[in-house]
């Protein structure tokens, strides 16, 4: 971005200070920011906001030998005049929390935080600190809830948080904690210190289980009050997106309800301004007519509420088609020229937020810690911040089923029995080259019914190197049809013609990837989750046991020996590569293990025991630090599949005993997290 565009609308607000500093009624105590009527003050003149999200702040501010790129950052926004920073003031549980367990805290963490208050009052930038995330991310809700079942609360959803007297009571420990906390550097009580503006509730927050709106509504007014029984010096906000609820809903996106309420949830006592987010994955036009309309509205509805208006986050992602620097430029000129334009006539726009701002040097792909998508951190993968431990299956078959409209529901019924088993992955195929029904009849020519409503994101494996469903031999064959002289199905890997033609089936795919974004999104918040890991993508390596598809020396060594041997065998393998894993740097995943119903003197508990051993090699590592990221067993088939049975299958609906090991592999792989 342009430096220059945030650097000149701020210098608007100072060259006409008549115009926009206008007095304001005193305040009790001159230091802190406060609300006069529909705009923000301080120090009995106006106050408008320009600056930047940072959630990171704490995170990076934990390790002192990168507390530079904290410092580097304010440096660079006060050179530019920004003069609010929004960050998050929580990570509960995980790798690297502030709060480990209810009551439970990190010292160091809580110094992490201490530094970036005292940096940010040095700087001149005042700080939103958020209180708990919605999200994942960080540990969010989630996390709390996961606590009061850890201490026997029966709960089953999220949207708990809102309601369960255990988990209230967490969250208002919480806060006590964090508001009265003394910072080592400043030896001021946070809820005592100026620099810090605002107190956020919750980063923002849905309650999909109640879509009335009045869970939402009683959690708000009962922790506005809490706070607010404990500092009366600072401002109060909630966290919200800015949706409506029902009655209003037509302004939502799409018409959506999410369970909260812009009117009902400012005009609680103790909120003191209202927020809106705005990062729209839009094309350029409908996102400016987009913001344009969503801002108008909810200035008009401050008007009403006689509250200041804050744009909390806007943006543009790199990742919008089309998208240049010039462009998000232009985007940041629009949205700053509406707050400025309303500010100017006395509205209530009090300034805005972009997201977000890196310190030089951050990876931005473990920057993303809020996005949806798994990256790597090092040998782990990782997912909103927190590692990410694989537990899953495979189940090649999926699109296949998928593109009878009859047969769907064994899909859907696959979904449904590993979400209740708590696994998180499914690895399939993404390929049908040739035969009966092919996804790819001949290079470049698709069978559409195979691509139709195939917004399941998965592992996705892009061709077979056997001759499954094709496999490399129908490429080579394709190839030899249009006049190449090719004598061996390795000729894949060389021959530019071949090769040309697995290109292009891969930019099919992922532009229909793209197209079915939406869908992902919807698939993540409901726990199944993308990660894309084709052809390396991911760069993760992946092993395969006791399985037909591996060479013949292994498969003869584990299904003509002892089970003894077997297991030796196996936990060698493993180990192995979990060395060679740690060299490389890489996490690694066993993408294939079973056993198979033809082995001799197989048995469930056999099965059970292989995979509990298996299991046992994953969650060992993984405890330990180590690169092991988990596991697929090999394959899941619905009832009345037995047709795609090939000896290792497992059916949920009759193996409890093998169910009740894959649950366990999941409850204790998620306490990692």
């Known amino acids: 971005m342009n430096n220059s565009i945030i650097l000149i609308f701020v210098a608007i607000l100072i060259i006409f200070p008549n115009e926009f500093s206008k007095p304001t009624r005193a305040f009790s105590n001159n230091n802190f920011v406060y609300t006069d009527g529909t705009h923000f003050a301080l120090n009995g003149k106006s106050l408008y906001i320009n600056g930047f999200n940072a959630y990171w702040l704490m995170y990076i501010a934990y390790d002192p030998s990168t507390r530079i790129k904290v410092t580097n950052t304010f440096q660079q926004a006060s050179k530019y005049k920004?003069?609010?920073?929004?960050?998050?003031?929580?990570?509960?549980?995980?790798?690297?929390?502030?709060?480990?367990?209810?009551?439970?805290?990190?010292?160091?963490?809580?110094?992490?935080?201490?530094f970036v208050i005292s940096e940010a009052k040095k700087y001149g930038i005042h700080l939103i600190m958020s209180l708990v995330n919605n999200w994942d991310a960080f540990g969010g809700k989630k996390q709390y809830v996961e606590w009061a079942v850890q201490r026997g609360q029966k709960l089953t959803s999220d949207d708990d948080f809102f309601t369960n007297p255990m988990v209230k009571g967490f969250y208002k420990n919480n806060v006590k904690v964090v508001l009265t906390r003394v910072n080592t550097i400043t030896k001021v009580a946070y809820k005592d210190d100026p620099t810090i503006l605002s107190w956020e509730l919750?980063?923002?927050?849905?309650?999909p289980s109640d879509l009335s709106g009045k869970t939402f509504q009683n959690w708000v007014l009962e922790m506005a009050g809490y706070l607010k029984s404990i500092d009366s010096n600072h401002l109060l906000e909630i966290g919200l997106e800015g949706f409506y609820g029902n009655d209003m809903r037509q302004y939502n996106p799409n018409s959506y309800i999410f369970g909260t309420n812009f009117i009902s949830n400012n005009q609680v006592q103790g909120i003191d301004f209202t927020t809106i987010h705005m990062l729209p994955g839009l094309t350029q036009e409908a996102q400016d007519k987009w913001a344009s309309q969503w801002i108008q509205v909810h200035i008009d509805d401050s008007k009403m509420l006689k509250k200041p208006l804050l744009i909390a986050e806007f943006g543009k992602s790199t990742k919008t088609p089309g998208y240049t620097v010039a462009k998000r430029d232009n985007y940041f000129e629009k949205i700053y020229g509406t707050i400025f334009n309303c500010a100017k006539s006395g509205g209530p726009c009090g300034g805005?937020?972009?997201?977000?701002?890196?310190?030089?040097?951050?990876?931005?792909?473990?920057?993303s810690l809020d996005s949806n998508f798994v990256y790597i951190d090092g040998t782990h993968f990782a997912l909103e911040g927190k590692p990410f431990y694989l537990n899953g299956f495979n189940s090649y078959w999926l699109m296949y089923m998928a593109s009878d409209p009859s047969t769907r529901n064994k899909v859907t019924n696959i979904f449904q029995q590993a979400s209740k088993y708590k696994m998180n992955v499914a690895r399939t195929w993404a390929f049908a080259d040739g035969g009966s029904r092919p996804l790819q009849s001949a290079p470049g020519v698709y069978n559409e019914q195979m691509f139709q409503n195939y917004g399941i994101h998965l592992i996705l494996s892009l061709v077979d190197n056997f001759e499954a469903f094709g496999g490399k031999k129908q490429y080579v064959e394709w190839a030899v049809q249009k006049g190449q002289k090719l004598t061996s199905d390795d000729d894949f890997f060389t021959n530019p013609m071949v090769k040309k033609f697995y290109k292009n089936y891969i930019k099919i795919q992922i532009i229909s990837w793209r197209l079915d974004l939406k869908d992902f999104m919807g698939m993540t918040r409901n726990n199944i989750t993308l990660i894309i890991s084709i052809m390396g993508l991911i760069l993760s390596p992946t092993i395969k046991l006791e399985k037909l598809i591996l060479p013949q020396f292994i498969f003869t060594l584990i299904n003509g020996s002892t089970p003894e041997a077997q297991d030796n065998w196996a936990s060698q393998w493993i180990q192995a590569h979990i060395d060679d894993s740690k060299l490389l740097k890489k996490p690694i995943l066993i993408g294939e293990?079973?056993?198979?119903?033809?082995?001799?003197g197989y048995n469930i508990k056999k099965r059970d025991n292989y995979f509990g051993k298996i299991y046992g090699n994953i969650f060992n590592c993984a405890k330990n630090g180590g690169p092991c990221g988990g596991g697929l067993f090999w394959q899941l088939l619905d009832?009345?599949?037995?047709?795609?049975?090939?000896?290792?299958?497992?059916?949920?609906?009759i193996s409890p005993?093998?169910?009740?090991?894959?649950?366990?592999?999941?409850?204790?792989?998620s306490k990692l997290s």
């Open 352 to 367: 805005g937020l972009f997201w977000q701002v890196l310190g030089q040097g951050i990876n931005p792909i473990k920057a």
């Open 657 to 669: 005993s093998t169910d009740r090991v894959i649950l366990l592999q999941s409850l204790r792989l």
């Open 593 to 600: 293990f079973g056993k198979s119903s033809n082995t001799t």
């Open 82 to 114: 920004m003069n609010v920073a929004r960050t998050w003031a929580f990570s509960h549980g995980g790798s690297r929390p502030l709060q480990s367990a209810p009551g439970v805290y990190n010292e160091q963490m809580f110094q992490g935080l201490d």
């Open 639 to 653: 009832q009345g599949m037995e047709n795609y049975g090939d000896g290792y299958e497992v059916v949920l609906q």
């Open 202 to 207: 919750i980063n923002e927050p849905r309650c």
